[in-house]
């Protein structure tokens, strides 16, 4: 049962990855940023967290999920700050252990629901600010996408994924639910993207990620409340209800904005 379900969300995240990177290359790296920030990866680790360990355990790691959102945008950020031409290995590296000793910082804490959506909605303000001065790019050549390519692409988003939530549930609730934060979709993404084209547009999708997890702050925090509540099957739907509330008053805040479509392209 567990491999089976395992199988199902990495095939799953893996079709997400490479559904982004063609966004990336054929749309552009902003809207990919914003994507990513989604709630595209948790409610997929979260739903099978629930399955496997039951609605109590999954509720207390959404509350971890939340302030799990730090050590996320925590590794976006060394990223930036290490990436530069196409050496992936350099910034990949000090960007996962930047993750793990921000997760070790953040379990330390005795979080309930309030104080984890405090902290994730202050994270969220403060990487937007850090994140400002990077200048939105576009890829202009972009490399022709052969199928060894995509198998390979599939192979590093596979590794990543797998490793991660393959030891997420090795843990109580809290631990699961900061490594449930860890970005198993933009982090395979942004590596592919660098790999490929270099830094400048790895740099556009983190400048715009933390956008989108406005989205993913929200279902975070109703499945804390849902799971126990309504069950795994109508909590998850009740989550990307509210989701899909906040994401139409996300667009209609940003349609009053001229051009607001064409802004997303570039």
Not at 135 to 151: D, F
Request: hydrophobic share 60%.
């Amino acid at each position: 049962m567990l491999y089976s379900l395992l199988a199902i969300q990495s095939l799953v995240a893996i079709g997400l990855v490479l559904g982004l990177s063609v966004i990336t290359e054929r749309a552009s790296p902003k809207l990919a940023g914003l994507l990513a920030g989604l709630p595209i990866a948790t409610p997929i680790i979260l739903f099978f967290i629930g399955l496997e360990n039951g609605t109590s355990f999954a509720s207390d790691a959404a509350v971890y999920n939340l302030a799990g959102l730090f050590a996320m945008q925590f590794l976006l950020f060394v990223y930036y700050k290490a990436s530069s031409g196409k050496n992936i290995l350099l910034p990949a590296v000090l960007s996962v252990i930047g993750y793990f000793l921000a997760v070790c910082l953040l379990q330390l804490l005795a979080l309930d629901q309030l104080a984890a959506v405090l902290l994730a909605i202050l994270s969220i303000a403060l990487f937007t600010y850090l994140f400002r001065e990077i200048e939105n790019s576009r890829i202009k050549a972009r490399v022709t996408t052969g199928l060894a390519m995509l198998l390979g692409r599939a192979l590093a988003a596979a590794v990543i994924i797998l490793a991660v939530t393959g030891t997420a549930t090795l843990a109580g609730p809290e631990w699961t639910g900061l490594f449930s934060a860890f970005p198993t979709t933009v982090f395979p993404l942004i590596l592919i993207v660098h790999y490929t084209y270099g830094a400048k547009p790895v740099h556009t999708i983190i400048k715009n990620f933390p956008t989108g997890l406005a989205a993913t702050l929200v279902y975070s925090f109703i499945v804390s409340f849902a799971y126990p509540a309504f069950g795994i099957y109508w909590g998850t739907v009740a989550a990307y209800a509210a989701v899909f509330v906040v994401c139409v008053m996300i667009y209609l805040l940003h349609a009053r904005k001229q051009g607001f479509m064409t802004g997303l392209m570039n």
